[in-house]
């Protein structure tokens, strides 16, 4: 069967690690059969230099006509420090996440048997830690109405949440935890904040659909302490878009490196899968950054065609990488392979 | 000399805890020959309880009036999961830092010798961590508009800055790196958040009164990771609120326990001090809260009011009951000592 793809490689390491995912695709073609066809678009910070805009229409364009999307990074230092800046990188990727309705953003994380002594943390804490993120995506802080006074002496930014908005996430996380160890924690901050307070209530209603998931709630400050101190408490966390934003980084120290963490996110309609890590600009053009996490990104990008056996096979040859020791120098510092040496391995595995 | 110490005990195991650390500030009154008079107030759910009200205006009237205060903790699991209560024991505490001005939440972090092991860190990453969280704690969006829509369907939170009152937290923080390790880190979300542009708009300004101090930016997401991976890079870390209130309860693991972790609210004209620890509801009358957060919230008060070998006494104290193993549960669990023994070694070592 043939899918069409949409690739974003973006900025940063982002063409170089999407390269590699896109490596693992052609092999998974190859051996399954399959066609993908592939069409680069732009975003970021390389469509703010080659179109003045960093979300040009046409990249929104190709991405609704794809049947899945594979995203690089995004984001540029030179942006970062001008806080006056009119246009930035970011923009485009929150633009696509709204555009498209990409209102859920899925992130697993599992402490990698082979990885569990690179990680910060002690091994009898993380090993066997095992959870899913899902975090809102398209409302929230994000998206709220932005403001700053005419004489520049005060800004603002407005936090809106919808019961619709967090119902749909909601009944998408229930139904995961059903699929898993049955239990759900709400993050959020309910003591202080009243969106919180909607998403408590509406969560706790939703429930009741779901009998058998244990539901708790955590506050987010209280949250944040938890994953380090007790990873494995945790099953399917859902969380609103700020929180998740933070949650998810602070999680990415259990699996050993943020250089494994995937993320989908779903819309109605479309599915975009990119890496957690982002541009990570002083790596760029190095060969060094680790293409692992845009590979498992392609992993659950096949299984969201329903390409299930294909996306074990490249869960298994990354697994088969990290074994041999066949990594980039963030996990194998003695005896570093370069981005696009993994990426061969991973493809010929497949 | 006389001081006026106001003492909130609180809720949950505030009023154990309070209570050995009023047993400390005894001892150093007797052993340097001050005096203090302390006058109890009541904030939270037990003020709820028993005016109605978390805050009378009887509390922030002797709070007004004291040198400084003393509180222990706040919060009522009752009160957690009804998301429509018109009530809550937190608003009791937020109402305070705003009426008293307390814009400037200070939160030391270190890695006490004696309990590193008990960290979920690994020994080389944490030892000789020590950093101070800078955290505004009475603007953005905690006391911004918050809304519920008449339906009950949307709610909203509203976050505001203004560059006043970033100025005057950024250069009391920016003073602190001066006195330590000269490196001053803004934690923020400028490339999502309008606040967060001003935020770092208004430092960088700053950062020219202050030549000798490094200032450096982190995005909340990669700081939440980064106090993680490796926490020895921070000296002063300046945020904002919510920002704040995540990152320094993230960062208590690093201490090896949420127990030891003091700070200080300090405004124009008051300061309190507290406990980073909640009212931790399960333990509360057990006998197995560990006062030392408590007893170092003393010591911070002490150093307030310019007492600073009073302060020095009661750290040493602190220290060594750690060096003999004199603690409560949650740092000595073969061989542990209850809440008000730890307290009466405490106020003996003084
Ligand atoms: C680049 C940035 C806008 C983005 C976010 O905050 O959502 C990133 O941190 C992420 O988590 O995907
Ligand atoms: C109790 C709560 C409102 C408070 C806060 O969020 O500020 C607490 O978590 C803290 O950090 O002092």
Redesign the interface.
């Known amino acids: 069967m043939n899918y069409n793809i949409a690739i974003i490689p973006g900025d940063g390491i982002g063409p170089e690690v999407t390269a590699q995912a896109k490596k693992a695709l052609d092999a998974v073609a190859d051996e399954f059969g399959h066609s993908f066809t592939y069409t680069n678009a732009l975003m970021g910070a390389c469509a703010i230099d080659e179109t003045g805009n960093p979300l040009p229409e046409e990249t929104v364009d190709i991405c609704e006509k794809s049947d899945a999307i594979l995203f690089g990074a995004i984001?540029h230092p030179k942006?970062?420090?001008d806080?006056?800046a009119k246009v930035?990188p970011?923009q485009g990727l929150?633009r696509l996440r709204k555009s498209l309705g990409l209102f859920c953003n899925v992130r697993p994380v599992k402490a990698y048997e082979q990885l569990i002594d690179n990680s910060?943390?002690?091994r009898e804490?993380i090993s066997g830690a095992d959870m899913s993120i899902y975090r809102e995506l398209t409302g929230g802080?994000?998206f709220?109405d932005?403001?700053?006074s005419d004489d520049?002496?005060?800004?603002?930014?407005?936090?809106?949440?919808?019961?619709?908005e967090i119902s749909r996430i909601a009944h998408l996380a229930f139904k995961e935890a059903q699929n898993r160890r049955k239990k759900l924690t709400l993050v959020d901050?309910?003591?202080?904040?009243?969106?919180s307070?909607?998403w408590?209530?509406t969560v706790?209603a939703i429930a009741n659909d779901y009998k058998e998931v244990e539901l708790d709630?955590l506050f987010?400050?209280?949250a944040?302490?938890q994953?380090?101190?007790?990873p494995k408490q945790f099953d399917v966390i859902l969380t609103e878009n700020?929180?998740g934003?933070?949650?998810?980084?602070?999680a990415?120290?259990i699996g050993g490196s943020?250089g494994l963490l995937a993320s989908a996110s779903v819309g109605k309609e479309n599915a975009l899968f990119e890496p957690i890590h982002?541009s990570f600009p002083q790596a760029t053009g190095k060969g060094i950054a680790n293409p692992l996490a845009s590979i498992l990104s392609a992993a659950m990008l096949l299984r969201h065609l329903n390409l299930n056996k294909e996306a074990d096979r490249v869960e298994e040859a990354v697994e088969k990488s990290l074994e041999l020791g066949f990594s980039t120098v963030d996990i194998n510092p003695k005896n570093p392979l370069s981005t696009s040496k993994v990426g061969d391995f991973i493809a010929d595995y497949i």
Do not use: W
């Open positions: 984001g942006y970062d420090n806080p006056s930035r970011e929150l910060p943390l002690k804490i802080i994000y709220g932005k403001h700053l520049g002496q005060v800004a603002s930014d407005g936090c809106t949440y919808s019961m619709e901050k309910a003591n202080v904040l009243e969106t307070r909607l408590r209530k706790s709630f987010v400050d209280n944040a302490m994953m380090i101190l007790n700020l929180f934003d933070i949650i998810s980084d602070e990415s120290v943020i982002g």
